[in-house]
């Protein structure tokens, strides 16, 4: 199968989510025989060089366009003055539109798959140039995500500025949902929003978030719910060696670009970890992530180790103890977390951290949405050993059922494969 996948950045180093979701998307589909090229725009921010894409991409045909567009006050307020939201015009390439055309003019390709929201800019380029089947491939619910953020956010003016831009995003997000032949959700939260919205019309576009909890999916209508596909993230458990299980410690590993991170370890920090450390003081927190610096001071606390970023996510993992994920907004699903999960690694998450995992709270991790519970969680896998090894053990059973990446990726070449 020829497969053309469009995304906004080059998935390398694989030290974040959105990164680990879109590489191990790529080598799963080579692997399963699939001829995939991948174009995308090589932003400044996560910029890759050529020979770094040769090394660590040739499994894939990589057309990586630059994009050096940055985040600009300037341009964010004058994007007030236009009609689209700042978070996708930022993405908008004219070359990159250019070099697409020539690429689906000169290829032919069986379908071709748009990677994540922020690809979305180029749906129009895409449908002039191929008239087969185009299908959106989600990380997650981005405005979802986008909202929950505002509600933590205390300076007023940012608020509203966001809560306008969120607004914006949100219709462009279902009209794109919608102007899409199918849809590959990584969440089954996700699937049922995706569901919901490709079964409305525009104009109830205002109503969506509030009845995508209530839809039944047994209602809608069965061509809708055929367009759509679940595709759980493979993590190849079996290759990978397993935690030791440090005793009196902990770790944050996530990129800390993404505002949710931040926030949730701050209030980790902040409501938290006195509570742990006034019951067990011999504790330590190791940090870690993607953009981390070592001398940020909102991150001198006591008994805390900053590793600023991380080359091997799997070896912090492994040495390191307890993992936490303490999120307040997000979508899809947290790809840090199944990847500890995968190393038998007992974790600590927030409900909204582990969104998107048919888990069962003191299973395959502990869930606890507030400052005591979540502390009385720590203390009870760090003090209660045998607890804490089977959560590890039932989370490693978990991700090798529901996250095989051979079974699950010859199901979505199925699926791409079907016509409507």
Same mark, same amino acid.
């Given at each position: !199968?020829?497969?053309?996948?469009?995304g906004?950045?080059?998935?390398?180093?694989?030290?974040?989510?959105?990164?680990?979701?879109?590489?191990q998307?790529?080598?799963?589909? $080579? @692997?399963?025989?699939? $001829?995939?090229?991948?174009?995308?725009?090589?932003?400044?921010?996560?910029?890759?060089?050529?020979?770094?894409?040769?090394?660590?991409?040739?499994?894939?045909?990589?057309?990586a366009?630059?994009?050096l567009?940055?985040?600009?006050a #300037?341009?964010?307020?004058?994007? +007030?003055?236009?009609?689209?939201?700042?978070?996708?015009?930022?993405?908008?390439?004219?070359?990159? &539109?250019?070099?697409?055309?020539?690429?689906? &003019?000169?290829?032919?390709?069986?379908?071709?798959? #748009?990677?994540?929201?922020?690809?979305?800019? @180029?749906?129009?380029?895409?449908?002039?140039?191929?008239?087969?089947?185009?299908?959106?491939?989600?990380?997650?619910?981005?405005?979802?995500?986008?909202?929950?953020?505002?509600?933590?956010?205390?300076?007023?003016?940012?608020?509203?500025?966001?809560?306008?831009?969120v607004?914006?995003?949100?219709?462009?997000?279902?009209?794109?949902?919608?102007?899409?032949?199918?849809?590959?959700?990584?969440?089954?939260?996700?699937? &049922?929003?995706?569901?919901?919205?490709?079964?409305?019309?525009? =104009?109830?576009?205002?109503?969506?978030?509030?009845?995508?909890?209530?839809? %039944?999916?047994?209602?809608?209508?069965?061509?809708?719910?055929?367009?759509? @596909?679940?595709?759980?993230?493979?993590?190849?458990?079996?290759? !990978?060696?397993k =935690? &030791? +299980?440090?005793?009196?410690?902990? *770790?944050?590993l996530?990129?800390?670009?993404?505002d949710?991170?931040?926030?949730?370890?701050?209030? @980790?920090?902040?409501?938290?970890?006195?509570?742990?450390?006034?019951?067990?003081?011999? !504790?330590?927190?190791?940090?870690?992530?993607?953009?981390?610096?070592?001398?940020?001071?909102?991150y001198?606390? =006591?008994?805390? #180790?900053?590793?600023?970023?991380?080359?091997?996510?799997?070896e912090?993992?492994?040495?390191?103890? #307890?993992?936490?994920?303490?999120?307040?907004?997000?979508?899809?699903?947290?790809?840090?977390l +199944?990847?500890?999960? =995968?190393?038998?690694?007992?974790?600590?998450?927030?409900?909204?951290?582990?969104?998107?995992?048919?888990?069962?709270?003191?299973?395959?991790?502990?869930i606890?949405? %507030?400052?005591?519970?979540?502390?009385?969680?720590?203390?009870?896998?760090?003090?209660?050993?045998? *607890?804490?090894?089977?959560?590890?053990? $039932?989370?490693? $059973?978990?991700?090798?059922q529901?996250?095989?990446?051979?079974?699950?990726?010859?199901?979505?070449?199925?699926?791409?494969?079907?016509?409507?």
């Amino acid at each position: !199968m020829n497969i053309l996948i469009v995304g906004n950045r080059v998935p390398w180093p694989v030290r974040d989510g959105g990164a680990m979701a879109t590489y191990q998307l790529l080598k799963s589909l $080579n @692997f399963e025989g699939c $001829n995939v090229t991948y174009f995308t725009l090589n932003t400044k921010k996560h910029w890759v060089s050529q020979k770094e894409i040769q090394e660590n991409l040739p499994f894939v045909n990589v057309v990586a366009v630059p994009h050096l567009v940055t985040i600009s006050a #300037i341009d964010a307020f004058k994007n +007030l003055l236009t009609s689209q939201s700042y978070f996708l015009s930022r993405y908008h390439n004219q070359k990159a &539109k250019e070099q697409l055309e020539i690429l689906l &003019k000169n290829n032919e390709f069986d379908t071709v798959i #748009i990677e994540g929201l922020y690809s979305s800019v @180029f749906l129009s380029t895409i449908r002039q140039y191929f008239n087969k089947s185009v299908v959106y491939r989600a990380h997650n619910l981005e405005h979802q995500i986008w909202s929950r953020l505002i509600k933590t956010e205390s300076n007023v003016l940012k608020k509203w500025y966001l809560s306008f831009q969120v607004n914006r995003l949100k219709n462009e997000e279902v009209q794109f949902i919608q102007n899409v032949d199918k849809c590959v959700s990584i969440s089954p939260e996700d699937q &049922k929003a995706f569901i919901y919205i490709q079964s409305q019309t525009n =104009s109830n576009i205002s109503q969506t978030n509030n009845n995508i909890s209530q839809t %039944n999916n047994s209602k809608l209508d069965a061509l809708t719910v055929k367009r759509n @596909f679940l595709y759980l993230p493979g993590m190849d458990p079996g290759l !990978m060696e397993k =935690s &030791k +299980l440090q005793p009196d410690s902990l *770790f944050h590993l996530a990129s800390m670009e993404w505002d949710a991170n931040v926030a949730g370890l701050e209030w @980790f920090l902040s409501k938290v970890w006195p509570l742990v450390l006034s019951k067990q003081p011999e !504790m330590s927190i190791h940090i870690g992530g993607k953009s981390l610096k070592k001398s940020d001071k909102r991150y001198f606390h =006591s008994r805390l #180790i900053n590793h600023g970023e991380v080359d091997d996510a799997a070896e912090f993992m492994k040495h390191h103890g #307890i993992g936490i994920v303490p999120l307040w907004a997000g979508s899809g699903m947290r790809m840090k977390l +199944l990847q500890a999960m =995968s190393l038998g690694v007992p974790c600590v998450s927030t409900s909204i951290g582990a969104q998107g995992l048919n888990v069962e709270n003191g299973r395959e991790l502990l869930i606890a949405d %507030n400052p005591a519970e979540f502390a009385e969680a720590l203390l009870k896998l760090n003090t209660d050993r045998k *607890f804490a090894i089977e959560i590890g053990k $039932n989370a490693l $059973n978990y991700v090798i059922q529901h996250h095989n990446s051979v079974q699950n990726t010859r199901a979505l070449i199925q699926f791409l494969k079907t016509n409507d």
